[in-house]
C-alpha cells in the first residue's frame, strides 16, 4: 500500500482545470446522500438480467470517472469528500496565528509543507542529494547492507530489493517476530516482467523509457541513462522470476518460513544481515524471523553476486527517486504519473495539490488527523448502531453454522469458538497513536516525508519482540473501507465507513443491512473463507478442521471459483478467480449472513415499501449501491493482474444468482440471468 501511496499519491495536477476548481473547493460539512438513492437507478433494466445496471445505470451517467482517477465508484467518491472536508480542517489547522495544540501543529505545518509548491520547485534535488551522495561514495558491496538499511528508512517501501518490518508469528499470533519479505519491483506484478504478449510488452517497454527518464532527471546523459535502464530492468527480471505469484502469496503456508538468525544468514552468504539490522537501529540479531519467500532471497543473494558495484549504485538511485518522485519537484511529479497514472492505468490528468497533500498527511499522521475527523463527524449513537448491527450478524453466523449439514460437530464447535472470539472494532481505536517523536518543519517539505517514513518504519521495527497491542488499526478513522485481520482476529470499521451513503441513520433498515450490514458479513466471513479458515481463533496458522470438513469446504468453495472465472474483466481477460476466491466468497457469504440478520432484526415489524420497491427489494438494492462504479480499460488490466476484489458489476450480480430470496424478492422467471436452478447455486456459509 505504502508504496503505491508514494509513487502515485503524489501525482497531482499542476495546473487544474477551471471545472475541477470550482468543483473541488474544501469542504465545512460531509454532503448527504441517502443508502439507497432512486435517482442512481436505471429503472429501464430488468433487476433479473442485470441487478448492477438497475441498481447503478444512472449513476454511472451522472458521475462519470473524474479525469484524475483512473476508477470511481461510491466508495471513492466518498473518500474524495472526506478529503475535500479534511482539506478545509488542514487548512484552518495550518493558520499559526490560531490557537493549536502540538498535534494539531504537526498537522497544519506538515500540510503547509506539502502545499508550498514554490518552495519544492526551488529545492529541486537538494533534499535528495544527500541521499545519492551516499549512494555514490559506496566503495564495496560489503558495505551495502548499512547504506540499504538508511535508504529503506527513508524511502517507506520495499522497492530497494526486499522489505524488512514486523508481523506477528504464524505458529504464535502473541509473538511478533522480523519478517524478510520479496520485493525490488518497479511494476505493479510480476507478469509485467515475465509475460510476452502485446499489451504486456508494450507496458514493460513503457516502463523501461520511463526508468531512462529519471535517469536523465538525475542527470545522466541519455546514452547513460539508457543503459541504466536497462540495467534495472535486469536485476527487477531476475527478482521477479524469483517472486511467488499473487494468488501463491494467498496460501499462508507458502509464506511461512520461520528460521534463526543462522538460517537467515544461510540464505544470503553475501549480504550481512547483523551490519544491515544495525543500520536500522535493531539489535544485530533476533531470536525468529519469517522469510515469507526464501527462494527469493537466495536469488537476490546470487543477483548481488553477480551485479558489479555500478549495476548496484545504477539500482539503488532508481529505487530511491523513483520512491520520493512524487515528493520532487514538477519535472519529477510529471514523470512519474506519465508512467504510472496515464500509461499504466488510463488517468488522463494528475491530481491537483491538495488532494496529495491530504492523502499524505493522512498516511504519515493519520490518526492525529483522525481525531480530529472523529470529534466532527462520528457520534456515540452511531457506534452504538453499528454494535448492535454486528452483534446481530454474529447471531446470524452462529445459527448458520449449527445448521450446515456437512459440518461435523467437532469442526463446528470450533468454528464457534472462533467466532466469538473475534473481536469487533468500530470507529476508531481506543488509545490514539502518539507522532511527538516525528519532527515536522514548514520549510521541510522532502524532510517531513523521509523523516515520517522512517518514524513509521522505526514505530514498526520496534514491536519486535514486545507484547502484542491487540487495540491497535490498520486503518485511519477516516478512511472509506474495512477489513479483517485473521492474525488478530478482529473485524475493523472505521468511522469513514460509517456514513451515508453507506450507513444511513435516515433510511430504514432494508438498504442499511443490505449494504452497511453485507459490509460487516463480507468481514466476518473473511475469517472463515479460503485463508482465514487456516487460523484458528488465537490468529495461529493451524489446520482446526477434520479432513473431511476441510474436503466439503473445497467443494463449495470450487463452485465460487467456477462460476467467477467465467467472467469477463475487459477485453478477453477473465477473473483470475484463485486471485479472487477470498473475496468472492465474503461477498456471498456477507449478504446472506446480513439478510439473516436483517430477517430476525425484523421479526415482528412490519416492512416499509418506498419508492416502489417492496422491503426485500430495497435489501437487494441498497446492496447493490454500494458498488456502484466505473473503470478505465487499462486500470481493469491492472486489476485482473493484481486486484483480489472481482469487478464491481461481478461483485453484485455474482452474489445474488445464488440466493433464491433475489429470485423471490424481484419475482424472477426461469431462464434469466440471475436466475440458477437450485442445485447450481452455490452456498458456503
Known amino acids: ?71 470511481w465508484s461510491v466508495y471513492a467518491k466518498m473518500a474524495n469528500e472526506n478529503q475535500r472536508y479534511l482539506w478545509g480542517v488542514l487548512n484552518k489547522l495550518g493558520d499559526t496565528a490560531a490557537a493549536r495544540s502540538p498535534a494539531q501543529a504537526q498537522l497544519g505545518d506538515y500540510f503547509a509543507s506539502c502545499m ?23 566503495k564495496a558491496k ?20 526486499f522489505g524488512f518490518s514486523s508481523g506477528q508469528d504464524f505458529a504464535d499470533a502473541t509473538r511478533q517476530i522480523a519478517f524478510a519479505t520479496a520485493g525490488g519491483l518497479g511494476l505493479p506484478d510480476r507478469d509485467y516482467y515475465l509475460k510476452r504478449d502485446a499489451k504486456t510488452l508494450k507496458i514493460r517497454n513503457a516502463y523501461e523509457a520511463h526508468v531512462a527518464q529519471v535517469f536523465t532527471l538525475l542527470g545522466e546523459s541519455p546514452a547513460a541513462a539508457k543503459a541504466a535502464a536497462r540495467s534495472v530492468l535486469a536485476t527487477e527480471t531476475v527478482l521477479a522470476k524469483a517472486s511467488l505469484s499473487k ?12 528460521v534463526d538468525a543462522r538460517g537467515l544468514q544461510a540464505l544470503t552468504p553475501g549480504f550481512d544481515w547483523a551490519a544491515f539490522q544495525a543500520g536500522l537501529g535493531q ?49 519529477f511529479v510529471q514523470a512519474n504519473f506519465d508512467f504510472y497514472g496515464q500509461t499504466l492505468t488510463g488517468t488522463p490528468q494528475l491530481k491537483p495539490r ?23 463527524n462520528f457520534t ?28 461435523s460437530a467437532e469442526t463446528k464447535a470450533r468454528a464457534q469458538a472462533k467466532l466469538q472470539t473475534i473481536v469487533n472494532k468500530v470507529g476508531y481505536p481506543e488509545r490514539w497513536r502518539d507522532y511527538a517523536g516525528l519532527a515536522v518543519q514548514r520549510a521541510d517539505f522532502l524532510g517531513n516525508v523521509v523523516r515520517g517514513n522512517a518514524f513509521e518504519a522505526k514505530r514498526r521495527l520496534a514491536k519486535i519482540g514486545q507484547p502484542l497491542d491487540r487495540g491497535e488499526w490498520g486503518m485511519t478513522p477516516q478512511t472509506v473501507n474495512a477489513y479483517y485481520d485473521a492474525q488478530m482476529n478482529d473485524i475493523n470499521f472505521p ?74 474483466v475487459v477485453d478477453e481477460i477473465k477473473i483470475n478467480s484463485k486471485l479472487t476466491l477470498g473475496e468472492d466468497l465474503a461477498d456471498l457469504g456477507g449478504l446472506v449472513l446480513a439478510w439473516e440478520a436483517w430477517k430476525a432484526h425484523m421479526q415482528g415489524k412490519a416492512g416499509e415499501s418506498r419508492d416502489g420497491l417492496s422491503p426485500e427489494q430495497r435489501f437487494f438494492v441498497g446492496f447493490a449501491q454500494w458498488d456502484c462504479a466505473d473503470a478505465r480499460p487499462e486500470a481493469m488490466r491492472v486489476q485482473a493482474k493484481i486486484d483480489p476484489h472481482s469487478p464491481a458489476r461481478w461483485r453484485i450480480n455474482g452474489v445474488v444468482v445464488n440466493m433464491p430470496e433475489f429470485e423471490k424478492a424481484f419475482a424472477c422467471k426461469p431462464g434469466a440471468k440471475l436466475v440458477k436452478p437450485a442445485g447450481q447455486r452455490c452456498k458456503v456459509w
Open 247 to 258: 494468488v501463491d502469496k494467498r496460501d499462508p503456508y507458502k509464506t511461512f518460513h520461520g
Open 495 to 568: 468511522a469513514g465507513v460509517l456514513q451515508a451513503p453507506l450507513y444511513d441513520a435516515k433510511l430504514d433498515e432494508a438498504p442499511n443491512y443490505g449494504n452497511t450490514g453485507g459490509t460487516i458479513g463480507h468481514e466476518l466471513t473473511h475469517g472463515f473463507d479460503d485463508e482465514g479458515r487456516q487460523f484458528d481463533a488465537q490468529g495461529n496458522l493451524k489446520n482446526w478442521w477434520t479432513k473431511k470438513d476441510g474436503r466439503e469446504f473445497e467443494k463449495r468453495a470450487a463452485c465460487v471459483a467456477g462460476q467467477y472465472a467465467t467472467y469477463t
Open 380 to 407: 456515540p449513537e452511531l457506534k452504538a448502531a453499528t454494535v448492535q448491527m454486528t452483534d446481530e450478524i454474529k447471531a446470524a453466523m452462529a445459527r448458520s453454522i449449527d445448521s450446515l449439514a456437512w459440518m
Open 142 to 161: 560489503r558495505d551495502l547492507p548499512a547504506l540499504l538499511a538508511e535508504l529503506q528508512l527513508a524511502a517507506g517501501d520495499d522497492r530497494l530489493f
Open 1 to 71: 500500500m505504502k508504496r503505491l501511496l508514494l509513487s502515485a499519491l503524489l501525482a497531482a495536477t499542476l495546473t487544474p482545470t477551471l471545472a475541477q476548481a470550482a468543483d473541488e473547493a474544501p469542504l465545512d460539512a460531509l454532503p448527504y446522500t441517502p443508502s439507497l438513492d432512486v435517482t442512481a437507478m436505471d429503472r429501464s433494466a430488468d433487476p433479473c438480467e442485470d441487478l448492477h445496471r438497475f441498481a447503478c445505470g444512472a449513476w454511472s451517467k451522472a458521475n462519470p470517472i473524474p479525469a484524475d482517477q483512473s476508477r
Open 354 to 376: 491538495w488532494k496529495r497533500c491530504v492523502q499524505l498527511v493522512d498516511l504519515q499522521l493519520g490518526e492525529a488527523l483522525g481525531q480530529e475527523f472523529v470529534a466532527r
Open 116 to 138: 508550498d509548491e514554490g518552495a519544492v520547485q526551488a529545492a529541486g534535488l537538494t533534499g535528495l542529494q544527500p541521499l545519492l551522495d551516499r549512494i555514490a561514495a559506496l
Open 283 to 331: 539489535a544485530p540479531w533476533q531470536a525468529r524471523y519469517n522469510v515469507t519467500e526464501p527462494a527469493f532471497f537466495k536469488a537476490l543473494d546470487a543477483r548481488l553476486k553477480a551485479m558489479s558495484l555500478a549495476d548496484v549504485q545504477t539500482y539503488l538511485r532508481w529505487q530511491l527517486a523513483s520512491s520520493l518522485a512524487p515528493m520532487l519537484d514538477n519535472r
